[in-house]
């Protein structure tokens, strides 16, 4: 089922008005700082498509960015506000800029994405009376000291809460608290039409192999995302001369795929780590790479080697619906997403010599387990981390909104 085909109509219909009994399509309002790439983003103009596709009428309001001409290919609307200010007064401005928007508009939910706009829109939807709801993506720095809590906890004030993870859902439940009759676990959804190894053409990658240098002899191991420091690159470079040791029969390539986004220094370590354990011919930061399905289908094993628990982890998922063996350290988000010896393997933190053992043991699987392994990844996406998983999840919360609203009303 493609998203297209998501229709629960039932979320996509108000309460009937007061004159008339008749019902209309829902009217549902995003907030959000941007919309340029993250998660986050993309989360957002994946349920905005959802909204769309199931006849409701899908705004987003954001300071702007490269998605917003997504949003109007498929009959979104954005509105430019500058909702990644976090200065009081723009902050205020926002909320009397969100209520004018609300009754123009006719909304019927304002669902918020991140902590500035949100406190903008907890206001605006007290104002306008409608549903606010929230989406809690991350653990949010500084969240052990009182008066950052303080601000972190607009995520949990939402008529209706979604965390992206059990995780997340632990995490709130630790240190915000939160009425179980609001709280809803939504996983980010992967796009398994776009992640499909049947879709992925010779020529794509024969244009990426040549673009790294690949000659389809070697193994290759990968770690994309954004070259930060808590993915653990260091963790996995360190892990990577026993595997040469056990398996030095056959070359091996480690692609570090992401941008630095600016950290040159971090960038910098790295190439002296690769040096001093004479992995210069090993190791390649080959940086932004705009066909991922592709780089996965050249990959042997992907691994996730995060030192911090990753609030969801979208890399594993994308990984095990392109069919690799997924590689992840065993904490945050990868504990829901990956399944231990059937689909991908977990190992402790930091742990180099469990990194190094799990790797040679993925590389050295045979072709028939190595395709049992794959079918079962890409399967367990589809069942649920998918588009279509999130698409439905998030319709339902909105759902429980509009039926709590008009309880309240009554």
């Not at 960015?65 to 509105?79: K, M, P, Y």
């Not at 500035?116 to 949010?140: D, E, L, M, N």
């Not at 692609?255 to 992995?279: F, M, N, P």
Request: net charge positive; aromatic share 6%.
């Amino acid at each position: 089922m493609s998203a297209s085909e998501v229709t629960t109509e039932t979320v996509y219909r108000s309460e009937p008005q007061a004159q008339g009994g008749d019902y209309r399509p829902a009217v549902i309002l995003q907030v959000l700082p941007e919309l340029d790439a993250g998660g986050v983003e993309r989360g957002t103009v994946d349920i905005a498509r959802a909204i769309v596709d199931g006849g409701g009428k899908a705004l987003v309001a954001s300071q702007g960015g490269r998605l917003e001409r997504e949003l109007a290919r498929f009959g979104a609307t954005h509105i430019n506000l500058p909702l990644k200010s976090k200065n009081i007064l723009t902050m205020r401005k926002n909320v009397d800029a969100l209520v004018k928007l609300i009754r123009e508009e006719g909304v019927d939910i304002i669902h918020a994405r991140s902590r500035a706009p949100a406190w903008s829109a907890y206001f605006a939807a007290r104002k306008a009376g409608i549903p606010f709801v929230t989406t809690f993506h991350g653990t949010y720095s500084g969240y052990k000291n009182p008066f950052k809590r303080r601000y972190n906890a607009i995520m949990t004030m939402g008529d209706q809460v979604i965390a992206i993870s059990k995780h997340i859902a632990n995490h709130i439940n630790k240190y915000y608290k939160v009425d179980p009759e609001r709280l809803n676990i939504v996983p980010r959804g992967t796009n398994v039409d776009l992640f499909n190894p049947e879709n992925v053409s010779q020529e794509r990658l024969i244009t990426l192999s040549n673009q790294w240098r690949l000659n389809g002899e070697e193994y290759v191991i990968m770690l994309p995302g954004r070259i930060t420091r808590w993915k653990g690159h260091f963790f996995l470079i360190r892990a990577l001369p026993a595997v040469l040791k056990e398996l030095g029969h056959r070359k091996i390539r480690c692609l570090i795929v992401g941008s630095d986004q600016g950290r040159a220094g971090y960038r910098d370590e790295l190439l002296q780590l690769t040096g001093k354990l004479g992995l210069e011919d090993i190791v390649h930061i080959v940086d932004h790479c705009s066909d991922m399905p592709a780089a996965y289908m050249l990959a042997d094993v992907v691994a996730c080697p995060s030192i911090e628990p990753e609030a969801f982890g979208r890399i594993p998922s994308e990984a095990q619906a392109m069919g690799r063996p997924v590689v992840s350290t065993a904490h945050g988000g990868a504990m829901e997403t990956v399944l231990p010896g059937e689909t991908g393997w977990l190992v402790s933190p930091n742990e180099v010599e469990q990194l190094s053992r799990a790797l040679i043991q993925v590389l050295s699987l045979t072709p028939e387990k190595r395709a049992r392994l794959a079918a079962k990844g890409r399967q367990h996406v589809i069942d649920e981390f998918s588009l279509e998983q999130m698409a439905e999840r998030t319709l339902g919360v909105y759902a429980k909104a509009l039926k709590r609203a008009s309880r309240t009303a009554a």
